[in-house]
DNA sequence: GACTGCATGTAACCGGTTACATGATTCG
DNA sequence: CGAATCATGTAACCGGTTACATGCAGTC
């Protein structure tokens, strides 16, 4: 999926500024499973704006740049339903250097390895907040996407946001259950050949 | 990361084929969490070999395109250390369309979100039976790169591996108790707005 | 007869990242 | 005082994917 196709679904959940748009995939609704950098997004929109499917009004701002704000055309709406219902998605695909990096343990200093079993687990323990099924303390003008029109939590964010947050919880769990028991054996395996 | 050092990455558990690393990739020890295609790994192996990162014996065959079977130099295997030791890991990405279209569950028919969830389980599943901590009833020719010389399991290896299981554990298991929820809601939406 | 698996390789293409340019404000 | 947040935009670059080329063996 490009990132045209993502714009037009960040913005089925209401209008938003390109910027806002990335925090979606940084912090928000879909930042667990999607990204998109400003890089891509800002090309996207102007082309999304050039096929009428999206429209943005100009904000003025005092002492910042013109705010763009976009929404979708009908016609937009109509384009990215027929992708839903066309498209084959990709296969899903997990990228982690951490993890990569840990398959090699034994090659390297034990505190290498803690340190990188700790850093992933702080960064799924801070990706895990930002799912938090209720996090309807965030400010009101942040556009949370996770909302319909009327302010009801849409069920599918629902469900894929509890499943990020399945999926992290069990992680987290792992990981408490199991670090130590590496570090052992890596120790142990260390004196044995010494 | 780039394709190289995955390359080299693979290349720490024995001798392997171009054709045998795409497989560690698609199927084997790093197919959860990193991927390489074809096109990628062969001009990358090139390289190394230029870079004296590698060696390769070339094994005629009948009736099959000469096999090279590379193996890293004591200067590709420094360098893959080195490489771990000084690396900043990336963030990790997990990128799923799947996910990221049932978002728009109400927007669609119960039907396509039904196969989506489907679809999505089953891949998982698949998954999982491919990382099965003992998937020792592999045949012994295929190189699986989570044993050492000694043919013993690597912890980093078996670590991370159960780290993988966990989570698609709990993928399937959240499915399993949520995927009913999620299709009575949504039909009791389409029968409130009709 | 068609497809999959084994096995390597090349090259066009494309998409996205990174980095740069600009600039005020607020927080630590 | 520097860093981060808000806010947009451009362009070079690069890395990887996709598709093509080749060919035999075994399976469905």
Request: hydrophobic share 35%; glycine share 6%.
């Given at each position: 999926?490009?990132?045209?196709?993502?714009?037009?679904?960040?913005?089925?959940?209401?209008?938003?500024?390109?910027?806002?748009?990335?925090?979606?995939?940084?912090?928000?609704?879909?930042?667990?499973?999607?990204?998109?950098?400003?890089?891509?997004?800002?090309?996207?929109?102007?082309?999304?704006?050039?096929?009428?499917?999206?429209?943005?009004?100009?904000?003025?701002?005092?002492?910042?740049?013109?705010?763009?704000?976009?929404?979708?055309?009908?016609?937009?709406?109509?384009?990215?339903?027929?992708?839903?219902?066309?498209?084959?998605?990709?296969?899903?695909?997990?990228?982690?250097?951490?993890?990569?990096?840990?398959?090699?343990?034994?090659?390297?200093?034990i505190?290498?390895?803690?340190?990188?079993?700790?850093?992933?687990?702080?960064?799924?323990?801070?990706?895990?907040?930002?799912?938090?099924?209720?996090?309807?303390?965030?400010?009101?003008?942040?556009?949370?996407?996770?909302?319909?029109?009327?302010?009801?939590?849409?069920?599918?964010?629902?469900?894929?946001?509890?499943?990020?947050?399945?999926?992290?919880?069990?992680?987290?769990?792992?990981?408490?259950?199991?670090?130590?028991?590496?570090?052992?054996?890596l120790k142990a395996r260390k004196t044995n050949k010494s």
């Amino acid at each position: 999926m490009d990132v045209r196709t993502l714009c037009l679904g960040a913005l089925m959940g209401g209008e938003a500024t390109g910027y806002e748009i990335r925090k979606m995939f940084e912090d928000g609704t879909f930042s667990h499973f999607q990204i998109a950098s400003l890089g891509s997004i800002y090309p996207a929109l102007t082309k999304l704006t050039q096929d009428g499917l999206v429209t943005f009004v100009e904000h003025e701002q005092e002492n910042r740049p013109d705010k763009k704000i976009y929404q979708l055309t009908s016609e937009g709406r109509r384009t990215f339903l027929r992708t839903l219902l066309q498209t084959r998605p990709a296969e899903d695909r997990y990228r982690s250097d951490i993890l990569f990096m840990l398959t090699f343990a034994e090659e390297m200093p034990i505190e290498l390895t803690e340190a990188l079993i700790d850093e992933f687990a702080a960064r799924h323990e801070l990706m895990s907040q930002q799912i938090d099924p209720e996090n309807t303390d965030k400010p009101a003008h942040q556009k949370s996407n996770a909302r319909d029109e009327n302010g009801e939590l849409r069920p599918g964010c629902c469900f894929v946001a509890g499943l990020g947050q399945a999926m992290r919880n069990a992680t987290l769990k792992f990981i408490r259950e199991n670090k130590q028991g590496l570090l052992d054996e890596l120790k142990a395996r260390k004196t044995n050949k010494s």
